[in-house]
């Protein structure tokens, strides 16, 4: 079966957020063989020059939670100030009430680190599933 039957919304362009490479490798190559372009950044701020230097056509965000400089949750609030109604999904080894403390995200959700490519998959889903 090719990669892009695997899933209902690919193709789609990623953007993948992290300072982990390894991570950032990992992810890559799962939401590649999902049939989703990728684009990737280090961090929010080198995130926020890629999309307004090259202003690709997202479909979601995956962002870390923990990173230099901005966090997660603000750069998924920048991103989505250039995308309205950008999707996202907001990743972490913190549970989801420290991450957020209160911040509210549209258009996204949570999903704990470490997690499996099934969960990944049904996160995936949910969000893309969500009206815009």
Do not use: W
């Not at 990623?14 to 372009?37: C, H, K, M, N, P």
């Not at 972490?92 to 998959?121: D, N």
Request: hydrophobic share 40%; proline share 6%; with cysteine.
């Amino acid at each position: 079966m090719p990669p892009y039957a695997r899933n209902r919304h690919a193709p789609l362009t990623v953007l993948l957020v992290d300072d982990e490479a390894t991570f950032r490798e990992t992810a890559i190559t799962v939401l590649s063989y999902l049939g989703f372009q990728v684009l990737e950044a280090e961090d929010g701020e080198h995130a926020l020059r890629l999309v307004q230097r090259e202003q690709p056509a997202l479909g979601l965000v995956i962002a870390d939670f923990c990173m230099p400089g901005m966090d997660g949750v603000e750069t998924l609030k920048a991103l989505s100030a250039l995308h309205p109604g950008l999707k996202g999904i907001l990743c972490s080894g913190t549970p989801e009430q420290e991450c957020l403390q209160g911040r509210t995200l549209e258009h996204c959700l949570y999903l704990g680190k470490p997690f499996r490519i099934k969960e990944l998959e049904a996160a995936l889903d949910r969000v893309l599933d969500q009206a815009g």
